[in-house]
């Protein structure tokens, strides 16, 4: 069973950053994009970043370009998500997700069909 754990969350002042990481495990299906995202309650879920496994290549919502990196490390089965700026609008539960790809990325959320639980992000001002 395909499983991804995130870490990282907390809170944290406006202007600060925050680093997040996500694990996932028994993923067996080949290539792929890891891709985080967030929700507030009585929100749509919202894509942040997408990378995809054979060549790192990104993608990145609007709303974060300049002020977020996503990375990975496949060796570990890891992505990470670093956020710059933070404001009390980035306060959400964020979200790791994976989805089989021949190439690239999106933040579509129904292109992931396995997600994790997600880590609390709080921004105060």
């Known amino acids: 069973q395909v499983q991804l754990v995130e870490s990282g969350g907390g809170s944290v002042q406006a202007g600060g950053s925050l680093r997040l990481s996500c694990v996932a495990s028994n993923y067996t299906y080949g290539s792929n994009c890891m891709a985080w995202f967030r929700q507030v309650p009585g929100k749509e879920r919202e894509g942040i970043a997408a990378i995809y496994s054979e060549d790192g290549s990104t993608h990145y919502a609007d709303f974060v370009k300049g002020r977020s990196t996503i990375s990975r490390d496949n060796a570990k089965n890891t992505a990470d998500l670093e956020m710059n700026s933070l404001t009390p609008e980035d306060t959400a539960m964020y979200l790791c997700?994976?989805?089989?790809?021949?190439?690239?990325?999106?933040?579509?959320?129904?292109?992931?069909?396995?997600w994790g639980q997600g880590t609390q992000v709080t921004v105060s001002s």
């Open positions: 997700a994976i989805g089989r790809s021949y190439g690239l990325c999106n933040v579509d959320q129904y292109q992931y069909p396995y």
